[in-house]
């Protein structure tokens, strides 16, 4: 049961209400056998992108495709997305949001031609994206990236390991983030698109994960490209993978209550139609209980989302603090709202395959990836100590 009483909220303007109920129609119409799929998944995920290329859905991820930078993403719409689409299935989600995170260091910081030759074909669901931050050594901590780009007249020439990387294997295209040494640390890196093909970069390693999607490990050997697939300034790879990360990071929290409100809507149905020790399992208080927790988490995950989304689109540039709320509260609560809704439904919830059960494989990784909760944390405890620092400073406490 699709409960689209969120939508009166003032976060939102027409056109995003009716996208929501627009795609929620068409998830249901268009996607529904391919979401139940958990094998072939590279097949699986090729299929969803084409068919929401098709269905004109991935403009939302490549406002720019036209060649202009000045459409922006709006934060509101790609979260509404993921949030239905995570309802429906985790791969339709994955498949959506792939297509962004990959091109949005493109849309964000690519030139004319950059945008031209790459944002068309992502909005069509022709060219699959992908989004090459980690490596073996350099997961949460992006300074310790090691893979190289070398300048050789005008090509740069990358060496080097990327690994978790999802899309890998299907992907036409790599954002990939390597040190360009301008500075030490973070300050040292720049962000080049890599096309699959390049001589020199290949798939090393499949990585088979818990709720299976595309992922692998790449490795980058004397591989060249010219110097037009640098994005942005050299040294300025940091900033483009954390500008980029600051608006998928809410998004990540709209795919977690996507899943939280599945698990909810499941747990609801079967407290209603079980029937346990004469009554309904829902008289029961302590399921009553649970059933609060789990409303009361996923409405207080939602207002995160969508405060972190509306402030990104209408009142502020970076929004690091708001989204890293949004990424922990809505990814930590999800959660623990799928772990309920499986201990309502018995034993039924640990089957393989069963819709919660799938739910209680595919939430996991949202806590670690695009910033681990602990990472969040650090992120929002380092803001808030920084505003009371200031005013302690300015005689304002
Ligand atoms: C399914 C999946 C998909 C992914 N997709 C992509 C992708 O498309 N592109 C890409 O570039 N990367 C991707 N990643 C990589 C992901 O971003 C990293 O796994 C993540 O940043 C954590 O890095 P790590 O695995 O190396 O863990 P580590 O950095 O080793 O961290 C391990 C744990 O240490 C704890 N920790 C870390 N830092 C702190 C701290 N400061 N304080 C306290 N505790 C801390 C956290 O609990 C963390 O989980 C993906 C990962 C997964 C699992």
Redesign the pocket.
């Known amino acids: 049961m699709a409960d689209f009483e969120f939508l009166k909220w003032p976060f939102f303007d027409d056109a995003h209400r009716a996208l929501a109920e627009r795609l929620d129609e068409w998830a249901n119409h268009d996607i529904a056998p391919l979401t139940e799929r958990e094998s072939d998944v590279d097949d699986t995920c090729r299929e969803l992108v084409a068919r929401l290329g098709r269905g004109g859905w991935l403009r939302h991820v490549v406002p720019a495709a036209d060649g202009g930078a000045s459409e922006r993403l709006d934060v509101r719409s790609l979260c509404l997305a993921r949030e239905t689409l995570a309802r429906h299935g985790g791969l339709a989600d994955f498949a959506f949001a ?1 297509q962004g ?1 990959g091109s949005a260091p493109i849309s964000l910081f690519g030139d004319e031609a950059q945008r031209r030759k790459y944002l068309p074909r992502v909005r069509d669901g022709e060219k699959i994206a ?5 490596e073996p050594e350099a ?3 992006v300074a310790a990236i090691d893979t190289s780009a070398r300048r050789d007249g005008d090509e740069y020439v990358l060496d080097g390991t ?1 690994t ?4 890998g294997g299907i992907a036409d295209f790599y954002v990939v983030f390597a040190r360009t040494g301008e500075a030490p640390g973070a300050r040292g890196l720049s962000a080049f698109v890599v096309d699959a093909d390049t001589a020199g970069l290949e798939v090393s390693e499949r990585i088979r ?1 818990i709720a299976p ?1 595309p ?1 692998a490990t790449l490795r980058l050997r004397d591989c060249r490209v010219p110097q037009s697939q640098l994005l942005a300034q050299p040294g300025s790879g940091f900033k483009v993978a954390m500008a980029t990360l600051d608006i998928f990071r809410t998004t990540v929290g709209a795919a977690a209550l996507g899943f939280a409100h599945r698990a909810l809507d499941a747990a609801a149905h079967r407290a209603v139609t079980r029937e346990l020790f004469g009554a309904p399992l829902g008289e029961l208080q302590m399921v009553q209980s649970m059933l609060a927790e789990m409303a009361t988490a996923v409405d207080a995950a939602a207002l995160l989302v969508y405060r972190a989304a509306w402030t990104r689109d209408c009142a502020a540039e970076r929004v690091t603090r708001e989204a890293a709320m949004a990424k922990l509260y809505a990814t930590e609560a999800a959660q623990e709202v799928i772990d309920r809704a499986v201990q309502i439904f018995g034993g039924l919830g640990v089957v393989s395959g069963h819709p919660v059960e799938r739910l209680y494989r595919e939430i996991r ?1 949202l806590r ?8 969040q944390k ?1 992120i929002i405890a380092r803001q808030t100590l920084a505003a009371y620092e200031a005013a302690a400073m300015s005689g304002n406490d």
């Open positions: 792939m995170l992908a989004f090459a931050l980690s997961g949460s901590d990327k978790w990387i999802s899309n994960v999607h992922l990784a670690i990836y695009e910033g681990a909760s602990e990472i650090v």
